[in-house]
């Protein structure tokens, strides 16, 4: 099989540390076809005994060349997630397949102003929204919404923050649940933090289930129409 559904072996040449419980995994895979900012990969990892499994992630990085990067969180006692955290060292193969799906994308040809809004590793494709607009030199205005537990947990901390600072056109708000008075987003987060729903804006939003179910809930309810509300949900994925 050939294309974007043939398995394909990339190698992880570099792997760094987001927090304490997230890498980020700098891919080869040679061959790599592009892809959008907001597509995702399947990786398939197989045991000894023939045994296999696999899991979606989204892409982190804006399309070069071939290479990808994606960031994983280890969740407790996950099958795939703790051997991408902890387990695979640079030079390691990695089978994967992709890139997956056309709907939850952004083109850097777009011109509505976009609304980002992240519950945790759902920053994973909007990063590379925010990484595309600034390759391609966009002028797009955006804004990012970023709920993690606390601080410790927000991935891409550093490059945020020069994002912020160099890009212009570009705001970042975080609201955080575990921290001393933290709080569950709410429509007042998403009505200041956001943009008024006259300007038509894109919002892409990404996170566990609950979570997208609540932000496009209150999105719709402040008069976005649900077509430009994009939703994407981290459940469990696998087989
Ligand atoms: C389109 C898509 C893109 C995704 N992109 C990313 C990404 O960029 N980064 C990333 O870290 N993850 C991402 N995920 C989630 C990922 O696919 C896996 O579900 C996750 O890594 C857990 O896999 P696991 O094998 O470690 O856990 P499993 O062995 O599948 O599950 C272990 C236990 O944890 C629960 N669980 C499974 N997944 C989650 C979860 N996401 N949150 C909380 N509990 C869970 C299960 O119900 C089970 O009880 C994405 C999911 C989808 C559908």
Redesign the pocket.
């Known amino acids: 099989m050939t294309g974007r559904l043939a398995w394909r072996t990339a190698r992880l040449v570099e792997a760094r540390e987001e927090t304490p419980t997230?890498r980020t995994l700098v891919l080869d895979v040679s061959g790599w076809p592009g892809h959008l900012p907001g597509q995702?990969v399947d990786v398939r990892l197989t045991a000894e005994d023939g045994y296999s499994?696999q899991?979606?992630?989204?892409i982190?990085s804006a399309a070069q060349g071939d290479r990808i990067e994606?960031?994983?969180?280890?969740?407790?006692?996950?099958?795939?997630?703790?051997y991408?955290v902890e387990g695979l060292s640079p030079g390691y193969p990695v089978e994967l397949r992709g890139p997956?799906?056309g709907w939850f994308v952004w083109r850097t040809t777009d011109t509505a102003p976009v609304l980002l809004v992240a519950g945790g590793?759902g920053i994973?494709?909007l990063m590379a929204m925010v990484r595309a607009r600034r390759a391609a030199g966009s002028r797009v205005p955006f804004r990012l919404i970023y709920s993690a537990r606390t601080k410790n947990d927000v991935f891409y901390a550093e490059e945020l923050r020069k994002r912020v600072r160099d890009d212009a056109g570009l705001d970042v708000a975080y609201v955080f649940t575990r921290e001393e008075h933290g709080r569950r987003i709410n429509v007042n987060d998403i009505s200041t933090a956001g943009w008024p729903a006259d300007f038509q804006p894109d919002c892409f939003v990404c996170g566990?289930t609950g979570f997208v179910e609540t932000v496009a809930d209150i999105l719709v309810a402040l008069g976005n129409e649900p077509r430009r509300v994009k939703t994407?949900?981290?459940?469990?994925?696998?087989a």
């Open positions: 997230a995702h499994t899991r979606s992630y989204s982190a994606l960031t994983v969180q280890r969740v407790p006692a996950g099958e795939v997630s703790p991408l997956v799906g590793s994973v494709p566990p994407e949900r981290f459940g469990p994925t696998g």
